[in-house]
């Protein structure tokens, strides 16, 4: 039975993640490691959290010695690692908490790696890095993101997982610790904390508040559904080669203003509403500082090699997210509330 920890597992993209390989792997043990910051909430895994290859560790990444002590204790073979602080606006008024939990959590995870695995380290083990394209920095109107584009990070958050991708190359090529890495592009779909853009526009116009677009809402980004990131994950953590990279992205590119106004169509006739209602609440806002114009991803080497590419056309993930909104009333309510936060109190202290 292999031991995988998911680091970051009750966040958006890491639920998805331990749902798949929970589901997926019956003889896998899954543990998920995540401190439960404000982006955590293990209601997101509420369908699995009884299943007997999953387990929960509440811990911080931030701290070296708890996660030797999680390695040693859990004899752990691999390692998906998504926990980090991941919105760009955050890092902008709070970069020392993305320095800490990003960098050296990363390191601390690389670390205990290194040291369980000291003597395997080359086979069976695997410490699989999950990064963003942001790390590349910001395009003009054309082109693209390879792996092999230099780094350009130009937010704190960019340049804290730029940094993490650096130490996760270093100790393969220092200590031989057996690494892959992914960049992928802005992912889309449930469970998505709701102060990143599409759910806050979604939950904004179900109650007729104003959806904020920064700036002239020019600036592009490529749009991935998170399910399908996930699969790409599952194919990169088991075929992918040691030490390589590879770009995930959803060949979906759209402007922040275009994107809100198909948002908005959709919306009206979800809501019954005539066309053109949720439009007006469109609202331009102060540009975030040193916002990044573009990013487009060059899918092309995880396509040719690992046979992946996205499977949903825009308009029917976006469909699908709005109809999960909708239907999930009371999980949006939860955490606009803040009552999300005692789920683990009350679902795990009081068992
Ligand atoms: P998220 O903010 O929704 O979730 C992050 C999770 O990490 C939370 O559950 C949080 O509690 C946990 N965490 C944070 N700091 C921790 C610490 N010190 N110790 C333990 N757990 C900690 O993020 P997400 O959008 O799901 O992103 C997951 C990963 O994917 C991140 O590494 C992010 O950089 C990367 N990524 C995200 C996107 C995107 O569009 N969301 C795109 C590409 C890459
Ligand atoms: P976000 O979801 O924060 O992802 P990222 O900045 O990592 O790409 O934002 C997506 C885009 O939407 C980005 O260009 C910033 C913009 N944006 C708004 O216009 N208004 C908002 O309220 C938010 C949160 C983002």
Redesign the pocket.
């Known amino acids: 039975m292999k031991t995988i920890l998911i ?2 597992g ?5 639920s998805h993640v331990v749902r798949l390989f929970v589901n997926k792997y019956p003889d896998y043990s899954i543990i998920n ?5 404000y ?2 909430n293990l209601a997101n895994l509420a369908d699995v959290e009884k299943m007997s290859n999953y387990e929960f560790i509440k ?4 701290e070296g010695v708890t996660m030797m002590e999680i390695f040693r204790a859990y004899k752990v073979d691999g390692v998906i690692h ?6 760009v606006d955050r890092s902008i008024s709070s970069p020392m908490e993305f320095i800490h ?1 990003n960098i050296v ?1 990363t390191v601390n995870l690389l670390n205990a790696a290194r040291i369980a695995w000291k003597d395997n380290l080359e086979n069976e083990n695997r410490f699989y890095h ?4 942001e790390v590349y920095g910001s395009l003009g109107d054309t082109g693209f993101f390879t792996e092999s584009t230099a780094y350009d990070p130009r937010s704190p958050y960019s340049a804290s ?1 730029a940094s993490s991708d650096h130490l996760v190359r270093a100790y393969y090529h220092t200590y031989k610790l057996s690494v892959v890495l992914s960049n ?4 889309y779909g449930s469970f998505q ?1 709701p102060e990143k853009l599409i759910p806050l526009a979604i939950n904004n116009i179900r109650n007729n508040k104003q959806i904020p677009v920064y700036g002239k809402g020019e600036n592009v980004r490529d749009w991935l559904y998170v399910e399908d990131h996930a699969i790409a994950i599952d194919l990169i953590y088991h075929w992918g080669l040691n030490g390589e990279t590879y770009n995930i992205g959803g060949q979906n590119e759209w402007k922040n203003i275009d994107l809100i106004r198909l948002l908005c169509k959709i919306m009206d006739k979800k809501l019954d509403r005539e066309p053109g209602t949720s439009e007006k609440l469109i609202t331009f806002v102060k540009d975030r500082a040193g916002h990044d114009l573009r990013y487009a991803i060059d899918s092309s080497k995880i396509q040719e090699e690992l046979g992946w590419k996205p499977s949903l056309q825009f308009e029917e993930g976006m469909e699908k997210t709005i109809d999960w909104y909708l239907a999930n009333e009371k999980w949006m309510k939860n955490v606009t509330s803040g009552d999300y936060q005692k789920y683990y109190e009350e679902q795990y202290l009081k068992r």
């Not at 490691?33 to 910051?37: I, R, S």
């Not at 998504?82 to 919105?87: R, T």
């Not at 999950?130 to 394209?133: E, K, L």
């Open positions: 680091t970051g009750a966040g958006f993209i890491g490691l995540d401190n439960l910051t982006a955590g811990a911080d990444i931030v998504l926990a980090a602080e991941s919105h939990a959590g999950i990064s963003t394209d997982k992928c592009s802005n992912n904390f």
